[in-house]
């Protein structure tokens, strides 16, 4: 959907090869990003056999690259801003023969994702260019984890069972992808190659754990 750029110095050039370095110092703001944030909590002690603490948060950063060095960087220059949201809540609450349900629920919204061209300059060299800065973002980040536990005190001693339940919806929304043009744009990317099952591309799926505790 457009023309791809890419500029190299000629094998011919006298000076073709050779690194020349000027220390200068850095212009006011420059390679500096600034970040902005606003957060809200609302919060309800334990009483009446429950508790609940929310929480919603929003932050922007605002993109300040180095002066471009050569004409490639000058041409994909991006410096774009980029904004989250978050959300947390978590609350207990206290159900008959003294079980406690304890909840956690995380939103945030996806990261994003650029797009890169890979191709040919004039040397005859592979070339990743971004021609995209913001190509898109990913989808938000909803995770669920759930608790029952029940405690049970004999003199000094206490022993807790608890019964958890990590990702309880078994969200699998896609955190990393292949960006760059191709065959496998967009596949869930993970170390060492594209194998959705190899790393973390998703997060983790729904786990149950049973575990007690002893206290003396």
Known sequence: ????????????????????????????????????????????????GWSLLASYTWDRRDVRNNIPQNPNEARYNWELPETYHSVRMSGTYELPWDILVASTYTAQSGAYYDRVVQVTNALNERINVTVEGQAGRYDWIKLLDLRLSKTIRFGRHSFEGMFDVFNLTNSNVILRTVTRNGPDFMKPLA??????????????????RLSARWKF
């Open 191 to 208: 170390t060492g190659g594209i194998d959705a099952a190899s790393a973390n591309p998703i997060p983790a799926p729904r786990i149950f």
């Open 1 to 48: 959907d457009g023309i791809v750029e890419v500029w190299s110095v000629p094998r011919d050039h006298p000076n073709f090869g050779q690194l020349r370095t000027l220390v200068t110092n850095t212009e006011p703001g420059e390679g500096e990003d600034r970040y902005w944030a606003w957060e809200s909590t609302v919060s309800k002690r334990h009483s009446a």
